[in-house]
Protein backbone atom coordinates (compact mmCIF):
# COMPACT_ATOMS: atom_id res chain seq x y z
CA UNK A 1 0.00 0.00 0.00
CA UNK A 2 3.01 2.63 0.88
CA UNK A 3 3.88 2.11 -2.98
CA UNK A 4 0.37 3.83 -4.28
CA UNK A 5 1.10 7.44 -4.35
CA UNK A 6 -2.40 8.12 -4.81
CA UNK A 7 -2.90 6.32 -1.10
CA UNK A 8 0.15 7.77 0.36
CA UNK A 9 -0.98 11.53 -0.56
CA UNK A 10 -4.53 11.47 0.87
CA UNK A 11 -4.50 8.69 2.96
CA UNK A 12 -1.37 8.41 5.10
CA UNK A 13 -2.94 6.60 8.10
CA UNK A 14 0.18 7.76 10.23
CA UNK A 15 -0.52 11.40 9.36
CA UNK A 16 -3.86 11.48 9.87
CA UNK A 17 -3.93 9.81 13.39
CA UNK A 18 -1.06 11.95 13.99
CA UNK A 19 -3.41 14.97 13.22
CA UNK A 20 -6.53 14.33 15.23
CA UNK A 21 -5.55 15.12 18.67
CA UNK A 22 -4.98 18.37 17.77
CA UNK A 23 -7.94 18.99 15.80
CA UNK A 24 -10.13 17.32 18.33
CA UNK A 25 -8.42 19.46 20.90
CA UNK A 26 -7.88 22.97 19.98
CA UNK A 27 -8.90 22.69 15.86
CA UNK A 28 -12.84 21.82 16.49
CA UNK A 29 -13.69 24.16 19.09
CA UNK A 30 -12.70 27.24 17.42
CA UNK A 31 -13.95 26.06 14.25
CA UNK A 32 -17.28 25.69 16.51
CA UNK A 33 -16.51 28.97 18.06
CA UNK A 34 -16.79 31.15 14.94
CA UNK A 35 -19.38 29.35 12.79
CA UNK A 36 -21.77 29.72 15.97
CA UNK A 37 -20.49 32.84 16.31
CA UNK A 38 -21.35 34.03 13.10
CA UNK A 39 -24.49 31.76 12.78
CA UNK A 40 -25.55 34.17 15.83
CA UNK A 41 -24.42 37.41 14.28
CA UNK A 42 -25.56 36.33 10.86
CA UNK A 43 -29.37 35.22 12.29
CA UNK A 44 -29.42 38.99 14.14
CA UNK A 45 -28.85 41.01 11.15
CA UNK A 46 -31.33 38.62 8.94
CA UNK A 47 -34.07 39.30 11.14
CA UNK A 48 -33.56 42.99 11.33
CA UNK A 49 -32.87 42.78 7.34
CA UNK A 50 -35.98 40.74 6.78
CA UNK A 51 -38.65 43.42 8.52
CA UNK A 52 -36.94 45.77 6.45
CA UNK A 53 -37.27 43.58 3.13
CA UNK A 54 -40.50 43.65 3.88
CA UNK A 55 -41.50 47.22 4.36
CA UNK A 56 -44.45 48.77 1.87
CA UNK A 57 -41.86 52.04 2.00
CA UNK A 58 -39.33 51.14 -0.82
CA UNK A 59 -36.66 54.22 1.04
CA UNK A 60 -37.09 51.01 3.91
CA UNK A 61 -36.18 48.07 1.67
CA UNK A 62 -33.62 49.82 -0.33
CA UNK A 63 -30.69 49.84 2.26
CA UNK A 64 -31.50 46.35 3.17
CA UNK A 65 -31.71 45.27 -0.57
CA UNK A 66 -28.33 46.81 -1.55
CA UNK A 67 -26.90 44.91 1.69
CA UNK A 68 -28.12 41.83 0.48
CA UNK A 69 -27.51 41.97 -2.94
CA UNK A 70 -23.85 43.38 -2.22
CA UNK A 71 -23.29 40.72 0.28
CA UNK A 72 -24.56 37.68 -1.79
CA UNK A 73 -22.85 38.89 -4.66
CA UNK A 74 -19.35 39.43 -3.71
CA UNK A 75 -17.26 36.69 -3.34
CA UNK A 76 -16.27 35.22 0.18
CA UNK A 77 -12.58 35.58 0.17
CA UNK A 78 -13.03 39.72 -0.76
CA UNK A 79 -15.28 40.56 2.13
CA UNK A 80 -13.42 38.43 4.57
CA UNK A 81 -10.05 40.29 3.52
CA UNK A 82 -12.20 43.83 3.71
CA UNK A 83 -13.44 42.93 6.88
CA UNK A 84 -10.58 41.15 8.40
CA UNK A 85 -7.75 43.49 6.96
CA UNK A 86 -9.02 46.59 6.09
CA UNK A 87 -11.10 47.27 8.76
CA UNK A 88 -8.51 47.29 11.09
CA UNK A 89 -6.01 48.69 8.60
CA UNK A 90 -8.43 51.58 8.18
CA UNK A 91 -7.92 52.23 11.75
CA UNK A 92 -11.24 50.33 12.64
CA UNK A 93 -10.60 47.53 15.49
CA UNK A 94 -13.42 46.80 17.78
CA UNK A 95 -11.38 43.21 18.33
CA UNK A 96 -8.54 44.45 18.50
CA UNK A 97 -5.93 42.37 16.73
CA UNK A 98 -7.79 39.44 17.44
CA UNK A 99 -8.73 38.08 13.84
CA UNK A 100 -11.72 35.47 16.10
CA UNK A 101 -13.39 38.64 15.97
CA UNK A 102 -13.38 39.93 12.33
CA UNK A 103 -13.64 36.39 11.17
CA UNK A 104 -16.66 36.15 12.95
CA UNK A 105 -17.93 39.65 11.75
CA UNK A 106 -17.43 38.86 8.27
CA UNK A 107 -19.13 35.52 8.04
CA UNK A 108 -21.95 36.41 9.88
CA UNK A 109 -22.05 39.71 7.29
CA UNK A 110 -21.98 37.32 5.01
CA UNK A 111 -24.34 34.82 6.40
CA UNK A 112 -26.95 37.61 7.34
CA UNK A 113 -27.63 38.41 3.80
CA UNK A 114 -28.09 35.03 2.45
CA UNK A 115 -30.29 34.46 6.05
CA UNK A 116 -32.41 37.49 5.42
CA UNK A 117 -33.36 36.81 1.82
CA UNK A 118 -34.61 33.16 3.45
CA UNK A 119 -35.98 34.72 6.59
CA UNK A 120 -38.01 37.04 3.85
CA UNK A 121 -39.47 34.13 1.78
CA UNK A 122 -40.35 32.00 4.58
CA UNK A 123 -42.26 34.80 6.14
CA UNK A 124 -43.74 36.54 3.13
CA UNK A 125 -45.03 32.48 2.38
CA UNK A 126 -47.25 32.67 5.61
CA UNK A 127 -50.71 33.74 5.05
CA UNK A 128 -51.68 36.90 5.45
CA UNK A 129 -55.19 35.76 7.10
CA UNK A 130 -52.38 35.03 10.19
CA UNK A 131 -51.34 39.19 10.47
CA UNK A 132 -55.32 39.91 10.38
CA UNK A 133 -55.85 37.55 12.63
CA UNK A 134 -53.59 38.67 15.14
CA UNK A 135 -53.60 42.31 14.41
CA UNK A 136 -57.71 41.81 14.80
CA UNK A 137 -56.96 40.50 18.47
CA UNK A 138 -55.25 43.81 19.30
CA UNK A 139 -51.55 42.44 18.49
CA UNK A 140 -49.51 45.29 17.49
CA UNK A 141 -47.50 44.77 14.12
CA UNK A 142 -44.57 44.07 16.00
CA UNK A 143 -45.99 41.34 18.64
CA UNK A 144 -48.05 40.14 15.40
CA UNK A 145 -45.00 39.48 13.85
CA UNK A 146 -42.98 38.13 16.69
CA UNK A 147 -45.48 35.68 18.37
CA UNK A 148 -47.46 34.84 15.49
CA UNK A 149 -45.48 35.08 11.47
CA UNK A 150 -42.54 35.62 11.92
CA UNK A 151 -41.99 32.05 14.13
CA UNK A 152 -44.66 30.15 11.26
CA UNK A 153 -42.44 31.69 8.67
CA UNK A 154 -39.11 30.65 9.98
CA UNK A 155 -40.37 27.26 10.52
CA UNK A 156 -41.07 26.78 6.80
CA UNK A 157 -37.53 27.38 5.57
CA UNK A 158 -35.91 25.09 8.28
CA UNK A 159 -34.26 23.02 5.61
CA UNK A 160 -33.03 26.12 3.83
CA UNK A 161 -31.68 27.47 7.23
CA UNK A 162 -29.67 24.24 7.52
CA UNK A 163 -27.97 24.32 4.57
CA UNK A 164 -27.03 28.11 5.44
CA UNK A 165 -25.44 27.17 8.60
CA UNK A 166 -23.58 24.17 6.97
CA UNK A 167 -21.90 26.54 4.75
CA UNK A 168 -20.83 29.21 7.45
CA UNK A 169 -19.45 26.12 9.32
CA UNK A 170 -17.63 25.59 5.99
CA UNK A 171 -16.60 29.56 5.75
CA UNK A 172 -15.52 29.53 9.09
CA UNK A 173 -12.02 28.11 7.34
CA UNK A 174 -11.20 31.09 6.11
CA UNK A 175 -10.20 32.60 9.10
CA UNK A 176 -7.06 30.98 7.67
CA UNK A 177 -6.50 34.74 5.61
CA UNK A 178 -6.13 36.47 8.59
CA UNK A 179 -3.63 34.47 10.64
CA UNK A 180 -4.07 32.68 13.69
CA UNK A 181 -1.56 32.41 16.93
CA UNK A 182 -1.77 29.32 19.06
CA UNK A 183 -4.37 28.00 20.68
CA UNK A 184 -7.17 30.07 18.30
CA UNK A 185 -5.86 28.00 14.93
CA UNK A 186 -9.67 25.96 13.68
CA UNK A 187 -9.62 22.69 11.56
CA UNK A 188 -8.16 23.94 8.34
CA UNK A 189 -5.64 25.68 10.14
CA UNK A 190 -3.96 23.04 11.65
CA UNK A 191 -4.71 20.62 8.56
CA UNK A 192 -3.07 23.33 6.23
CA UNK A 193 0.23 23.46 8.89
CA UNK A 194 0.57 19.77 8.81
CA UNK A 195 0.72 20.13 5.16
CA UNK A 196 3.13 22.46 5.23
CA UNK A 197 5.27 20.36 7.05
CA UNK A 198 4.88 16.98 5.96
CA UNK A 199 4.16 17.83 2.14
CA UNK A 200 1.44 15.63 2.32
CA UNK A 201 -2.24 15.86 2.06
CA UNK A 202 -3.56 13.71 4.68
CA UNK A 203 -3.91 15.93 7.28
CA UNK A 204 -6.89 17.98 5.09
CA UNK A 205 -8.29 14.55 4.66
CA UNK A 206 -8.44 13.99 8.95
CA UNK A 207 -9.54 17.79 8.72
CA UNK A 208 -12.64 17.37 6.49
CA UNK A 209 -13.66 14.07 8.44
CA UNK A 210 -13.91 17.09 11.15
CA UNK A 211 -16.09 19.25 9.39
CA UNK A 212 -18.07 16.28 7.63
CA UNK A 213 -19.15 15.27 11.60
CA UNK A 214 -20.48 18.64 12.15
CA UNK A 215 -22.09 19.29 8.95
CA UNK A 216 -23.83 16.31 8.18
CA UNK A 217 -25.35 15.40 11.57
CA UNK A 218 -26.21 19.09 11.62
CA UNK A 219 -28.44 18.87 8.67
CA UNK A 220 -29.92 15.70 9.67
CA UNK A 221 -30.64 17.02 12.56
CA UNK A 222 -32.83 20.23 11.41
CA UNK A 223 -34.34 17.94 8.70
CA UNK A 224 -35.44 15.79 12.04
CA UNK A 225 -36.66 18.87 13.24
CA UNK A 226 -38.66 20.03 10.21
CA UNK A 227 -39.99 16.83 9.98
CA UNK A 228 -41.44 15.99 13.50
CA UNK A 229 -42.50 20.03 13.38
CA UNK A 230 -44.80 19.40 10.25
CA UNK A 231 -46.24 15.97 11.80
CA UNK A 232 -46.98 17.42 14.76
CA UNK A 233 -46.55 15.74 18.12
CA UNK A 234 -48.60 12.03 18.51
CA UNK A 235 -47.19 11.43 21.96
CA UNK A 236 -49.70 13.80 23.09
CA UNK A 237 -52.51 11.75 22.53
CA UNK A 238 -50.66 8.32 24.40
CA UNK A 239 -49.55 10.78 27.26
CA UNK A 240 -53.06 12.02 27.78
CA UNK A 241 -55.93 9.30 27.35
CA UNK A 242 -58.73 11.05 29.17
CA UNK A 243 -58.29 13.60 25.98
CA UNK A 244 -58.94 10.96 23.17
CA UNK A 245 -61.49 12.37 20.63
CA UNK A 246 -64.81 10.59 20.84
CA UNK A 247 -65.24 7.68 17.92
CA UNK A 248 -67.90 10.08 16.41
CA UNK A 249 -65.49 13.12 15.54
CA UNK A 250 -62.44 11.16 14.36
CA UNK A 251 -64.36 10.98 10.18
CA UNK A 252 -64.79 15.05 11.09
CA UNK A 253 -60.73 15.28 11.98
CA UNK A 254 -60.12 13.04 9.16
CA UNK A 255 -62.28 15.80 6.54
CA UNK A 256 -60.14 18.63 7.94
CA UNK A 257 -56.90 16.84 7.36
CA UNK A 258 -58.35 17.12 3.33
CA UNK A 259 -59.76 20.69 3.83
CA UNK A 260 -55.85 21.59 4.87
CA UNK B 1 -69.75 60.35 29.25
CA UNK B 2 -72.54 58.24 28.72
CA UNK B 3 -72.78 55.89 25.79
CA UNK B 4 -74.38 56.15 22.50
CA UNK B 5 -77.36 53.98 21.84
CA UNK B 6 -74.86 52.51 18.45
CA UNK B 7 -72.39 50.41 19.40
CA UNK B 8 -70.88 50.94 16.00
CA UNK B 9 -71.64 53.65 13.78
CA UNK B 10 -70.27 54.24 10.18
CA UNK B 11 -70.80 57.62 8.32
CA UNK B 12 -69.76 58.49 4.55
CA UNK B 13 -67.28 55.31 4.26
CA UNK B 14 -65.66 55.02 0.56
CA UNK B 15 -62.88 53.06 -0.28
CA UNK B 16 -61.48 52.62 -3.47
CA UNK B 17 -58.26 49.93 -4.84
CA UNK B 18 -57.02 52.33 -7.70
CA UNK B 19 -59.55 53.50 -10.14
CA UNK B 20 -62.35 50.35 -8.77
CA UNK B 21 -64.27 51.66 -6.19
CA UNK B 22 -65.47 48.97 -3.72
CA UNK B 23 -67.55 51.45 -0.61
CA UNK B 24 -69.35 54.70 -1.93
CA UNK B 25 -70.43 56.62 1.30
CA UNK B 26 -71.45 53.76 3.42
CA UNK B 27 -73.33 55.07 6.39
CA UNK B 28 -74.78 52.43 9.11
CA UNK B 29 -75.58 52.18 12.90
CA UNK B 30 -75.25 48.91 14.53
CA UNK B 31 -77.35 49.29 17.74
CA UNK B 32 -76.44 47.81 21.04
CA UNK B 33 -76.77 43.65 21.15
CA UNK B 34 -78.15 43.99 17.84
CA UNK B 35 -77.40 41.20 14.96
CA UNK B 36 -77.08 42.94 11.53
CA UNK B 37 -76.42 40.70 8.81
CA UNK B 38 -74.59 41.73 5.70
CA UNK B 39 -75.97 40.23 2.12
CA UNK B 40 -75.51 40.82 -1.33
CA UNK B 41 -73.91 39.47 -4.29
CA UNK B 42 -69.94 38.40 -4.22
CA UNK B 43 -68.14 42.13 -5.01
CA UNK B 44 -70.59 43.99 -3.58
CA UNK B 45 -68.28 44.83 -0.95
CA UNK B 46 -69.07 43.15 1.97
CA UNK B 47 -66.22 41.98 3.41
CA UNK B 48 -64.01 44.91 2.75
CA UNK B 49 -66.81 47.10 4.62
CA UNK B 50 -66.27 44.36 7.80
CA UNK B 51 -62.48 44.51 7.19
CA UNK B 52 -63.24 48.66 7.05
CA UNK B 53 -65.10 48.08 10.68
CA UNK B 54 -62.02 47.03 12.55
CA UNK B 55 -59.48 48.95 10.10
CA UNK B 56 -58.10 45.91 8.71
CA UNK B 57 -58.60 47.76 5.56
CA UNK B 58 -57.82 51.18 5.45
CA UNK B 59 -60.85 53.40 4.31
CA UNK B 60 -60.29 56.60 1.83
CA UNK B 61 -63.12 58.59 3.70
CA UNK B 62 -65.81 58.52 6.34
CA UNK B 63 -65.83 57.74 9.91
CA UNK B 64 -65.87 54.64 12.19
CA UNK B 65 -67.25 55.56 15.85
CA UNK B 66 -66.74 52.51 18.24
CA UNK B 67 -69.33 53.94 21.09
CA UNK B 68 -67.53 57.11 22.17
CA UNK B 69 -64.32 56.10 20.38
CA UNK B 70 -63.75 57.26 16.67
CA UNK B 71 -61.42 54.54 14.77
CA UNK B 72 -61.09 56.80 11.91
CA UNK B 73 -59.02 59.90 14.25
CA UNK B 74 -55.39 58.87 13.54
CA UNK B 75 -54.90 59.40 17.33
CA UNK B 76 -56.63 56.79 18.36
CA UNK B 77 -54.99 53.40 19.73
CA UNK B 78 -56.67 51.17 17.08
CA UNK B 79 -54.37 48.18 18.86
CA UNK B 80 -56.67 48.80 22.01
CA UNK B 81 -59.63 49.49 19.90
CA UNK B 82 -59.38 46.17 17.64
CA UNK B 83 -59.23 44.50 20.96
CA UNK B 84 -62.49 45.43 21.86
CA UNK B 85 -64.00 43.96 18.39
CA UNK B 86 -63.84 40.42 18.06
CA UNK B 87 -63.31 39.18 14.30
CA UNK B 88 -64.31 35.47 12.83
CA UNK B 89 -62.81 34.95 9.38
CA UNK B 90 -63.78 32.71 6.61
CA UNK B 91 -60.88 30.53 6.70
CA UNK B 92 -60.74 30.83 10.69
CA UNK B 93 -56.99 31.91 10.60
CA UNK B 94 -56.01 29.91 13.76
CA UNK B 95 -52.46 30.02 14.28
CA UNK B 96 -50.96 26.61 13.24
CA UNK B 97 -47.90 26.59 15.59
CA UNK B 98 -49.78 27.03 19.29
CA UNK B 99 -52.47 24.28 20.55
CA UNK B 100 -56.18 25.15 20.52
CA UNK B 101 -55.58 26.61 24.33
CA UNK B 102 -53.05 28.75 23.38
CA UNK B 103 -54.68 30.38 20.09
CA UNK B 104 -57.27 31.25 22.70
CA UNK B 105 -55.23 32.67 25.44
CA UNK B 106 -51.93 34.38 23.22
CA UNK B 107 -53.94 37.59 23.59
CA UNK B 108 -55.26 37.47 26.56
CA UNK B 109 -51.22 37.21 27.95
CA UNK B 110 -49.82 39.30 25.02
CA UNK B 111 -52.57 42.32 24.58
CA UNK B 112 -54.60 42.12 27.83
CA UNK B 113 -51.62 41.50 30.13
CA UNK B 114 -53.69 38.36 32.04
CA UNK B 115 -51.43 36.19 33.80
CA UNK B 116 -50.68 33.04 31.73
CA UNK B 117 -52.50 30.56 34.54
CA UNK B 118 -55.56 32.81 34.46
CA UNK B 119 -55.85 33.25 30.64
CA UNK B 120 -55.45 29.75 30.27
CA UNK B 121 -58.15 29.08 32.29
CA UNK B 122 -60.49 31.47 30.59
CA UNK B 123 -59.13 29.63 27.36
CA UNK B 124 -60.56 26.03 28.33
CA UNK B 125 -63.78 28.01 30.10
CA UNK B 126 -64.69 29.72 26.24
CA UNK B 127 -63.75 26.55 24.77
CA UNK B 128 -65.92 24.20 27.10
CA UNK B 129 -68.74 26.83 25.86
CA UNK B 130 -68.41 25.77 22.33
CA UNK B 131 -68.07 22.26 23.26
CA UNK B 132 -64.22 21.86 22.87
CA UNK B 133 -62.60 21.78 26.14
CA UNK B 134 -61.57 17.67 24.80
CA UNK B 135 -59.39 19.49 22.14
CA UNK B 136 -57.22 22.03 24.26
CA UNK B 137 -54.06 20.50 23.57
CA UNK B 138 -54.53 19.52 19.71
CA UNK B 139 -52.55 21.41 17.14
CA UNK B 140 -55.53 23.62 14.99
CA UNK B 141 -54.55 20.97 11.85
CA UNK B 142 -55.73 18.13 13.93
CA UNK B 143 -59.85 19.09 14.47
CA UNK B 144 -62.83 19.70 11.46
CA UNK B 145 -63.32 23.04 10.20
CA UNK B 146 -66.32 23.35 12.03
CA UNK B 147 -64.47 22.52 15.03
CA UNK B 148 -61.65 25.32 14.10
CA UNK B 149 -64.45 28.12 13.08
CA UNK B 150 -65.76 27.29 16.98
CA UNK B 151 -62.14 27.73 18.01
CA UNK B 152 -61.88 30.79 16.26
CA UNK B 153 -64.97 32.43 18.12
CA UNK B 154 -63.57 31.07 21.35
CA UNK B 155 -60.41 33.21 20.36
CA UNK B 156 -62.57 36.23 19.87
CA UNK B 157 -64.84 35.92 22.80
CA UNK B 158 -62.17 35.55 25.04
CA UNK B 159 -61.32 38.99 24.71
CA UNK B 160 -65.19 39.98 25.56
CA UNK B 161 -65.28 42.26 22.72
CA UNK B 162 -68.08 45.01 22.71
CA UNK B 163 -69.04 43.94 19.16
CA UNK B 164 -68.65 40.79 16.99
CA UNK B 165 -67.20 40.47 13.31
CA UNK B 166 -68.45 37.54 11.39
CA UNK B 167 -67.14 36.99 7.78
CA UNK B 168 -68.43 34.11 6.21
CA UNK B 169 -67.81 32.26 8.73
CA UNK B 170 -69.46 29.24 7.48
CA UNK B 171 -68.25 29.68 3.90
CA UNK B 172 -65.31 27.45 3.94
CA UNK B 173 -67.26 24.51 5.55
CA UNK B 174 -68.21 20.76 4.47
CA UNK B 175 -72.23 21.48 4.51
CA UNK B 176 -72.32 18.99 7.57
CA UNK B 177 -70.34 21.35 9.51
CA UNK B 178 -71.81 24.44 9.01
CA UNK B 179 -74.78 23.45 11.09
CA UNK B 180 -73.01 23.84 14.43
CA UNK B 181 -71.19 26.83 13.89
CA UNK B 182 -74.49 28.89 12.59
CA UNK B 183 -75.89 27.37 16.07
CA UNK B 184 -73.03 29.09 18.34
CA UNK B 185 -73.30 32.09 16.10
CA UNK B 186 -77.48 32.34 17.26
CA UNK B 187 -76.56 31.39 20.37
CA UNK B 188 -74.42 34.61 20.99
CA UNK B 189 -77.03 36.70 19.02
CA UNK B 190 -79.92 35.33 21.20
CA UNK B 191 -77.38 36.38 24.37
CA UNK B 192 -77.04 40.19 23.51
CA UNK B 193 -74.00 40.30 21.62
CA UNK B 194 -73.47 42.72 19.14
CA UNK B 195 -72.90 41.30 15.88
CA UNK B 196 -72.05 42.13 11.92
CA UNK B 197 -72.29 39.14 9.91
CA UNK B 198 -71.23 38.68 6.58
CA UNK B 199 -73.23 35.79 5.10
CA UNK B 200 -74.72 33.61 2.41
CA UNK B 201 -76.61 31.55 4.68
CA UNK B 202 -80.11 33.21 4.37
CA UNK B 203 -82.00 31.04 6.40
CA UNK B 204 -79.88 32.52 9.56
CA UNK B 205 -80.58 35.73 8.19
CA UNK B 206 -83.99 35.26 8.34
CA UNK B 207 -83.55 33.30 11.47
CA UNK B 208 -80.90 35.49 13.92
CA UNK B 209 -80.89 38.61 12.63
CA UNK B 210 -82.37 42.13 14.14
CA UNK B 211 -81.55 43.40 10.31
CA UNK B 212 -80.45 42.95 7.38
CA UNK B 213 -78.42 44.84 4.94
CA UNK B 214 -78.27 44.71 1.25
CA UNK B 215 -75.11 45.57 -0.55
CA UNK B 216 -75.10 45.78 -4.31
CA UNK B 217 -72.13 47.82 -6.08
CA UNK B 218 -70.00 48.93 -3.03
CA UNK B 219 -73.57 50.95 -2.05
CA UNK B 220 -75.92 49.98 1.25
CA UNK B 221 -79.20 49.53 -1.18
CA UNK B 222 -81.41 48.71 1.40
CA UNK B 223 -81.44 47.79 5.09
CA UNK B 224 -84.20 46.86 7.12
CA UNK B 225 -86.08 43.93 9.07
CA UNK B 226 -85.49 40.39 7.56
CA UNK B 227 -89.61 40.31 7.06
CA UNK B 228 -89.55 43.40 5.22
CA UNK B 229 -86.08 42.23 3.39
CA UNK B 230 -87.02 38.50 2.13
CA UNK B 231 -90.93 38.92 2.02
CA UNK B 232 -91.57 42.54 0.91
CA UNK B 233 -88.42 43.55 -0.94
CA UNK B 234 -89.20 46.07 -3.70
CA UNK B 235 -85.85 47.22 -4.88
CA UNK B 236 -85.53 45.19 -7.90
CA UNK B 237 -81.72 44.58 -7.33
CA UNK B 238 -82.40 43.26 -4.32
CA UNK B 239 -85.38 40.90 -5.82
CA UNK B 240 -83.26 39.41 -8.53
CA UNK B 241 -80.18 38.64 -5.97
CA UNK B 242 -82.78 36.92 -3.95
CA UNK B 243 -84.48 35.09 -6.64
CA UNK B 244 -80.91 33.56 -7.35
CA UNK B 245 -79.96 32.45 -4.01
CA UNK B 246 -83.27 31.45 -2.29
Known amino acids: ?260 | MTEPMAALKVTGLSKSYGHHVVLRDISLEILRGETLCLIGPSGSGKSTLLKCLNLLEAPDSGQIWLGNTCLTDPRTDINRARARIGMVFQHFNLFPHMTVERNVAVALTSVKRIGRDEAHQTARRRLAEVGLAAYAHQRPSRLSGGQQQRVAIARALAMEPDVMLFDEATSALDPELVKGVLAVMKDLASNGMTMAVVTHEMGFAREAADRVAFMDDGRLAEIDTPGQIFDGATHPRLRQFLSQVL
Open chain 1, 1 to 260: MKDNPLLHTFFNWELIAGTFPRLLTEGLLNTILIAAGAIGVGIAIALFTAMLLLSSRWWIRLPARIYVDVFRGLPVIITVMLVGVGLPAAGIRPFGTNPFGYAILAIGIISGAYTAEIFRSGIQSVDPGQLQAARSLGMSYLRAMRLIVVPQGIRRVLPALAGQFVKDIKESSLVYLLGLAVGQRELFFIAQEEVARTYNSSPLIAAGICYLCLTIPLTHFVNHLDRSLREGRPARRTSRPDEEPAAGLASAAATAGENR
